[in-house]
């Protein structure tokens, strides 16, 4: 308890300050200061941290809270964050993440699509309005783009039939002779192929075996033949 008329220094005899050192200083206990704690031009004081320099790096394995005493990621804020630039992020995969702006540019687009049409379908031949224009109907496929759904038995001149979406209708004939007619089955729209029925029912020898011959002819005339259902809506691209 000495009370100094000046400055006190240690590894300077010229010192500015009350306790000026030259050196590092170490504590086993906690050094308190009354309002601020500064680092060259930065600040840190009961209120808040400011940091004049090209960054601020923490190197805590833990999380971090601001506004929070109880931070449940790295950074956990709670309250608004406010940037001047751009706030970099990975790609969200779940709705709780950040949406990036390069996610949402990327939503945009798709829906500014949308809107005017120029959204491409599957595989990128056409887009949703020429579809409409060509007087088919926009609907889902099996991956992220649409396709174009025709009521027709075929694509239009230009366009390419896209796996077997289609609608088909039964279909009762083929029949020969003394076989009588047979009936297709028939879907609803999806992604199946077209349904086709034989009508032969005959077996023929073949060596030691018999197996079912489609289409024999006796005296020229054929007996049955393949049929096929009809094709109502078909999805192209």
Do not use: M
Not at 61 to 69: E, F, M, R, Y
Not at 113 to 123: D, H, K, R, S
Request: net charge neutral; hydrophobic share 25%.
């Amino acid at each position: 308890n000495y009370n100094f008329p000046g400055n006190v220094g240690i590894g300077t005899t010229s010192s500015s300050s009350q306790l000026d050192v030259t050196g590092d200083i170490y504590a086993t206990k906690q050094v308190t200061a009354g309002t601020k704690f500064k680092v060259g031009s930065s600040e840190l004081s009961s209120s808040q941290l400011k940091v004049n320099g090209s960054s601020l790096v923490v190197t805590s394995t833990g999380n971090v809270g601001i506004g929070t005493t109880s931070p449940a990621y790295k950074l956990d804020v709670n309250g608004s964050i406010n940037a001047s630039g751009n706030i970099i992020a990975a790609r969200p995969t779940t709705p709780e993440q950040l949406a990036t702006k390069g996610y949402v540019d990327e939503l945009i687009a798709q829906v500014e699509g949308i809107i005017t049409g120029a959204q491409p379908l599957v595989n990128g031949a056409h887009t949703q309005q020429e579809c409409i224009n060509a007087g088919g109907e926009v609907v889902d496929s099996d991956v992220t783009f649409k396709q174009c759904r025709f009521n027709a038995s075929a694509c239009p001149n230009g366009w390419t039939q896209y796996k077997y979406f289609t609608t088909t209708q039964s279909v009762t004939g083929g029949g020969r002779g003394s076989y009588p007619d047979c009936t297709t089955g028939a879907h609803t729209w999806g992604n199946k192929p077209i349904v086709e029925y034989s009508c032969c029912s005959t077996t023929q020898q073949q060596g030691t075996g018999y197996r079912e011959y489609c289409c024999p002819s006796r005296s020229g005339q054929t007996l049955c033949r393949f049929v096929y259902a009809i094709i109502t809506q078909v999805g192209c691209y």
